[in-house]
């Protein structure tokens, strides 16, 4: 038995992601991302399952390309300006300092947390701040390929740390998939 939608939506907040309940959710990322062999549709796949898992606005899937970051993806609700396959919109890595450092560090966060991370994003979004958001490292091999970032609009609940504790399990299930479908590429 795999996981299925919760039948309300009050119901799709702080569900209690432990035990089953959590190995549920990570057989149904595994099972949504498994058949992709290109990145985008891997990508796309995979933040839409995870915005539909933790009730996400919208997800966002971010890849390093050198000493860059890459946006590879947004589903859900976009803000104006924001497209499903972004192109070529790359950006340093060194203009979100305490983002990368957090980040190559393995670690996430959530906007509720106190953290140098947190401020960076609310002053250098190009866009409305969420009223709730986390981003978590995309970890594979032991080498983090990116940022997978989840956004939660006014009169949702906002992520909490458990919350965080899930997507980062999930975002190495995607970071998992990754070098897969890179090395099938090249």
């Known amino acids: 038995m795999g996981w299925t939608p919760p039948p309300s939506a009050a119901a799709r907040y702080h569900r209690g992601w432990t ?16 058949g992709y062999e ?5 990508a796309h796949g995979a933040a839409a ?3 539909e898992v933790m009730a996400a606005s919208s997800a966002h899937v971010t890849l390093i390309v ?10 859900g609700d976009l803000e104006p300006g924001q497209v499903t396959y972004p192109e070529r919109q790359y950006y340093p890595m060194d203009s979100y300092p305490a983002a990368t ?3 190559l560090s393995h670690r996430g966060y959530v906007s509720s947390d106190e953290l140098a991370v947190v401020d960076e994003y ?3 979004t190009p866009y ?7 981003g978590v490292p995309i970890v594979a091999r032991g080498e983090v390929f990116g940022e997978l970032f989840l956004t939660r609009s006014t009169g949702q609940p906002p992520f909490t740390q ?5 997507v980062m399990d999930l975002a190495t299930v995607l970071g998992a998939r990754i070098p897969a479908v890179i090395d099938a590429s090249s």
């Open 162 to 166: 458990e919350d965080l504790e899930l």
């Open 49 to 51: 399952a995870v915005a």
């Open 122 to 124: 609310r002053a250098q």
């Open 101 to 103: 450092k957090r980040l």
């Open 38 to 42: 290109e990145l985008v549709p891997l």
């Open 128 to 134: 409305a701040v969420p009223a709730s958001f986390m």
């Open 66 to 75: 050198g000493d860059e970051y890459c946006d590879i993806v947004n589903v």
């Open 19 to 34: 035990g089953p309940g959590r190995s549920d959710v990570i057989r149904h990322l595994v099972a949504s991302v498994d």
